[in-house]
């Protein structure tokens, strides 16, 4: 389903099958289903399970080529569509945070971050074994009319998704100074963290400054400002700026909208600050950047 007063459109599970906060179904084929081919956002969160062959994703400005076996991650609002006509055979699990148990996001630190990898590669046949388990689990659960059904399936996700946690932690050995682990954090920090990242998604465009945040989540700005750094290695003001560009960043790449446009659908008080803030964060104005990022890709 698909909300047609956004820029770009936005598939809603809710809104195909009301009420409903859990969903995964399979694919397969040579070609793309239509709704998949075309630029699209998720309302939800999305893993997808690439069981067998190869498929060609975008997903916000990267390119990727995706062999089988792999975790496909992709975060609510990010804008992606998949290509391609090799054969290929997917399960893809949806579900809204309220969906996972408190338990799990607390033991995750900042799970959410699982999310910015977009790929996961499952290594060896031990790890293809253990997220196939619970694939399949979760598939027959939600396909059967069970008693506890919603239970059962919010219990299996919850261990997915921490199995899926451990290959970023594997992934991320390799990389010096990364952020803090995904698997170990203090769950009172861990709670502002993600706090603090859902009120940016949901105001970013009308709040813009550190202090209104602080406030939203009753800390001072000087202790969010610390433990935000502690976690990401960047200041508070500079995650809110990320995300207002990476927004403008979106609309250039993906629409057919004018740099005005795009500045007066960010809130920026006119076309003139918004290119001096976009050129301040890229290096490039945004002209020149949707020049160059559609050369890229096209």
Known sequence: MKNNQALIPIYDMAACIPGTNFIIKKTEGNSVPSYMAIPHRHADYKISFLLEGEVTHYTDFEKYTIKAPALLMLAPDQVHQQTGNSYYKMMHISFNKEFLLTETQGVLACWECMFSQVVLPVMNAEQMQEISVYVNLMYQEFKDDKPQKGLILKNLLNAFIICAGRLVNCKNETIAAAPA??????????????????????????????????????????????????????????????????????????????????????????????????????????ALFQRQIREKYN
């Open 181 to 286: 682990p995904v698997v170990t954090m203090d769950y009172s920090q861990n709670r502002i963290v993600r706090q603090f990242k859902s009120l940016i998604d949901e105001n970013f465009v009308n709040s813009t400054q550190v202090t209104q945040y602080a406030d939203m989540l009753y800390v001072t700005p000087g202790h969010l400002n610390d433990l935000i750094k502690t976690v990401t290695g960047k200041t508070a003001k500079q995650i809110i700026d990320e995300r207002r560009i990476l927004e403008a960043k979106r609309l250039l790449f993906w629409g057919e909208h004018s740099v005005k446009e795009i500045a007066g659908r960010l809130n920026f008080e006119d076309d003139a600050y918004f290119n001096r803030f976009f050129k301040k964060h890229t290096g490039n104005t945004p």
